[in-house]
């Protein structure tokens, strides 16, 4: 780790309750990171702290918040796109050298406290460099704006929040693994959605047990994501009963698996079923060739990326994640703050997300037991009071559990804590 620095290590304690001038980078993309650092950034702003979101892109959950020129409509939230530009050596992209500019640049002219960045690889090399750029200050680097912490640099602390892949995936790559655990642990603080990623993160890149690791569930905003109503009446059995899924179409999310299923469930019911597929990704081609050759076309919906499932799953009965891996879950997620059951892998963090037992939400099975998440779909068709139940238990869970401004104060009070304790650089 860095050697210690009497100015960087020397920190006026900011009032418990003044409003933070936080940094959020997250890759603009629909996946879980993107989407969690998003809606962080919105709900802190409207609580009124100074947001600055910068990414090489504008989010997909906040195009509706920015015009056309990509400057944000929301109060407290500015939108900061970093200057990526084409590199002149094949396979070396700038991104990462881009960021710790952008970061170092912004601190500089607005006196950010905090810089939370979403998925470790590269972002945490990235706050790493931006730290260096602001310890070592040239003549381009003229102080401006308004005062800052110290008298003679601008300070920002940095928190970096794993989300999956960055830890067992390519976080654990060879050619990088040395790299991301060292400017990880030259963090402020780090963060994980739940208790299956902490372990990983110990685990798999071998970072020190002394080093803390904050568990901080993702979050749902339950007012958007809400039951559409119930669904009873003489025409409750005349529609299609609808599974519905929802990812990158990646291989890992097993949606050749998804298929399966529903052409089993299609089997074995004289109920009218449908499944609509969310998303985008290398497999779609190949999923969509799948459905055309089982015959399934007239009853399989592409619907390709959405900026929400709100409206997919109001049209749901069950969500299907039958995924190789996950980290957390947060499709899962949102669908049971909808009222909607979900059948899934029981993987990674998906147990602490869906509950089995007396409490139900959804039904757990072993990767790839098709059959089994089949027959789990079946259960809930030919026992419609149990689904009901089913469903009210999942909207109830997530009500005491992954309720947004819960998860918010808890990220408040992370950044009040680090910026409140002296930073000791000495520790390798």
């Known amino acids: 780790m860095p050697a210690p620095d009497d100015a960087r290590s020397s920190l006026v304690k900011p009032p418990d309750e003044r409003p933070l001038r936080i940094a959020l980078t997250c890759y603009p993309t629909m996946g879980g990171s993107g989407v969690i650092a998003t809606e962080l950034g919105l709900a802190l702003a409207e609580r009124g702290h100074q947001v600055h979101m910068v990414c090489a892109d504008v989010p997909e959950r906040l195009r509706a918040h920015v015009n056309e020129k990509k400057e944000s409509q929301h109060p407290g939230l500015l939108f900061h796109q970093v200057p990526v530009e084409e590199y002149l050596l094949p396979n070396m992209g700038s991104y990462p050298l881009a960021l710790a500019v952008c970061l170092a640049q912004i601190t500089r002219e607005q006196g950010l406290d905090i810089w939370h960045l979403h998925y470790g690889v590269p972002h945490a090399v990235s706050a790493f460099l931006g730290q260096a750029l602001l310890a070592q200050p040239t003549a381009l680097a003229t102080p401006v704006g308004p005062p800052f912490p110290s008298p003679t640099r601008p300070l920002a602390r940095s928190v970096v929040t794993l989300h999956g892949t960055d830890v067992t995936g390519v976080g654990q790559s060879p050619s990088l693994r040395e790299?991301?655990?060292?400017?990880?642990?030259?963090?402020?603080?780090?963060?994980?959605?739940?208790?299956?990623?902490?372990?990983?993160?110990?685990?798999?890149?071998?970072?020190?047990?002394?080093?803390?690791?904050?568990?901080?569930?993702?979050?749902?905003?339950?007012?958007?994501?809400?039951?559409?109503?119930?669904?009873?009446?003489?025409?409750?059995?005349?529609?299609?009963?609808?599974?519905?899924?929802?990812?990158?179409?990646?291989?890992?999310?097993?949606?050749?698996?998804?298929?399966?299923?529903?052409?089993?469930?299609?089997?074995?019911?004289?109920?009218?079923v449908r499944l609509l597929l969310i998303g985008e990704g290398p497999e779609r081609p190949r999923m969509e060739a799948l459905v055309t050759s089982l015959g399934l076309s007239g009853d399989v919906q592409f619907r390709g990326a959405q900026p929400t499932l709100t409206a997919s799953l109001h049209e749901s009965d069950v969500f299907l994640l039958p995924s190789q891996s996950e980290s957390f879950g947060l499709a899962a997620l949102e669908a049971l703050s909808c009222g909607v059951p979900v059948v899934a892998s029981r993987v990674g963090g998906l147990p602490e997300v869906i509950a089995e037992g007396p409490e139900e939400t959804g039904f757990l099975f072993p990767v790839g037991d098709v059959a089994g998440m089949a027959g789990g779909i079946l259960v809930l068709i030919a026992d419609p009071?149990?689904?009901?139940?089913?469903?009210?238990?999942?909207?109830?869970?997530?009500?005491?559990?992954?309720?947004?401004?819960?998860?918010?104060?808890?990220?408040?009070?992370?950044?009040?804590?680090?910026?409140a304790t002296s930073r000791d650089l000495s520790a390798a």
């Open 179 to 272: 790299i991301h655990r060292f400017s990880l642990m030259a963090c402020d603080a780090l963060t994980v959605p739940s208790q299956f990623l902490r372990h990983a993160a110990y685990d798999l890149l071998q970072l020190p047990r002394e080093l803390p690791i904050s568990v901080i569930p993702n979050f749902v905003n339950t007012k958007v994501f809400a039951p559409a109503g119930p669904r009873s009446g003489s025409n409750a059995d005349a529609r299609p009963f609808t599974l519905c899924h929802a990812s990158n179409f990646r291989p890992l999310k097993r949606i050749e698996d998804v298929i399966a299923i529903f052409a089993a469930v299609k089997r074995q019911t004289a109920r009218s």
């Open 385 to 419: 009071q149990r689904h009901a139940h089913m469903a009210q238990r999942a909207r109830e869970a997530v009500l005491a559990r992954f309720q947004q401004s819960q998860r918010i104060a808890d990220y408040e009070a992370l950044y009040r804590r680090i910026l």
